[in-house]
């Protein structure tokens, strides 16, 4: 069997998901401690992601305050207040930049430190991560203590106003006063905390969950996903600024649901072991072993959503093209396709309603009779519902894209209304 894990979220791992999202390199700047004494060292941390497969050069620059909010003279010291280092294909590392504020500064809270991180990436680089970061690591080369101090920081993952490689943090300063730091301890550090090499163990890892990962996604009368797909497509679109009508809610659950649900039986020709939430359910319970124990729904859409959302995009292009006149790209294309949303629902970039409706919401009509759920659905609901979210998108759209989109979206609820009247179904009251 052809089988590819997908690169680790060592990022996520430390952050608890959050992150900086730029399409080469992801970050999040943490400060430690967050309350300090005059002439006391504390780190800025700052866990670097590289999303490709080439090398990266990273500089990461500190700017520290001059004067306090009241105006007075503010010293502050860091060994080096800029630090560069070269990152290897797909390598996560920590850097650490220690600082200290000495006399004349006064005790006060909310001293800012800007952190600007920048980045050189070659030309010819492909990503390596999907743009959410990943499936979990199961390969660290970091003990479990470690982790658990380093996911107790209050990592920031907002860049800082306009700037798109700005993030702020900050400190309070008490009025103690220790004796000045020898000046070892001010200097930068920067430590790998996984490597490519790790993907051969990680692989290794998740094809012995193969077996466990296939009764999960195959076992016989297993309930629908569709009730906890819908609830993450509400929250997860929400907080990405694209609050979803009812209809558009259930249109994509129904798309997604599919794909984990309906797929493996009716999509013969796609096998799920090549399917990325396959691949990522693997790793999640190589990752957990008390994870297999969740049912199986909850486990999916708590733990492999992105996944499932990507493949669903595949999927919703799949079962669409044939319903429809325009040409929905090749595979390159809709692979690209996918990578741009996916990239958005990380938090890179603007909302965009195209992102909505192709091919989620348009292909979540082409199968919504397919998807199984566990109370009886009037297939008016979704017909009506989608009827009205449209004429409100409409209003508010003006590009030509969504224009096509709309009217693709007409005419598959014609069709669909055409079957349900034809099967004498009642609207409900």
């Known amino acids: 069997m052809s089988f590819g894990v997908v690169y680790p979220d060592v990022l996520g791992a430390i952050t608890g998901g959050g992150r900086v999202v730029a399409e080469d390199l992801q970050y999040a700047v943490g400060i430690s401690p967050t309350q300090a004494f005059i002439n006391q060292p504390l780190e800025v941390i700052v866990p670097l992601q590289n999303m490709v497969d080439k090398p990266l050069q990273v ?49 006060g809270k909310g001293y800012p430190i800007q952190v600007a991180v920048r980045f050189k990436v070659p030309d010819d680089a492909n990503r390596v991560r999907p743009p959410d970061g990943g499936p979990p690591p199961s390969v660290l080369s970091i003990s479990p203590f470690r982790l658990q101090v380093m996911k107790e920081i209050d990592f920031v993952t907002k860049t800082s106003g306009k700037s798109q490689d700005v993030v702020t943090v900050a400190f309070d300063l008490a009025a103690k006063r220790l004796p000045p730091p020898d000046s070892a301890t001010l200097q930068p550090k920067y430590e790998t905390l996984w490597a490519s090499d790790e993907m051969k163990e990680e692989e290794k890892l998740a094809r012995a969950r193969v077996a466990e990962a296939r009764k999960i996604a195959l076992g016989l009368g297993h309930a629908t996903s569709y009730w906890e797909l819908l609830t993450q497509v509400e929250d997860r679109f929400a907080d990405r600024n694209m609050v979803l009508h009812p209809g558009e809610a259930k249109a994509i659950a129904k798309m997604m649901a599919y794909t984990v649900d309906e797929a493996p039986e009716l999509e013969a020709q796609i096998p799920v072991e090549e399917t990325q939430w396959f691949r990522t359910l693997c790793q999640v319970l190589a990752h957990d072993d008390d994870l297999h124990e969740l049912p199986r729904a909850e486990l999916l859409a708590e733990y492999v959503f992105d996944a499932i959302l990507f493949d669903a995009i595949g999927m919703g292009f799949h079962v669409l093209q044939p319903k429809v006149k325009e040409k929905l790209g090749n595979s390159e294309e809709r692979l690209n396709y996918a990578n741009r949303m996916l990239t958005w629902f990380a938090g890179y970039g603007e909302p965009d309603l195209t992102y909505v409706y192709l091919p989620l919401v348009l292909g979540g009509v082409v199968i919504s009779r397919l998807v199984t759920l566990d109370i009886r659905e009037n297939p008016w609901i979704l017909v009506d519902e989608l009827s009205e979210a449209m004429q409100g998108r409409v209003r508010l759209a003006g590009s030509e894209e969504s224009t096509i989109v709309f009217k693709m979206l007409t005419e598959l609820l014609d069709e669909q209304t055409r079957i349900i009247r034809s099967q004498r179904i009642e609207r409900p009251t």
């Open 59 to 107: 500089k990461v620059s500190l700017r520290m305050p001059t004067r306090d909010k009241k105006g007075n003279p503010v010293v502050m010291e860091a060994g080096k207040a800029s630090m560069t280092i070269g990152m290897s294909p797909g390598e996560v590392g920590l850097m650490r930049i220690p600082l200290t504020a000495h006399p004349p500064t006064a005790a």
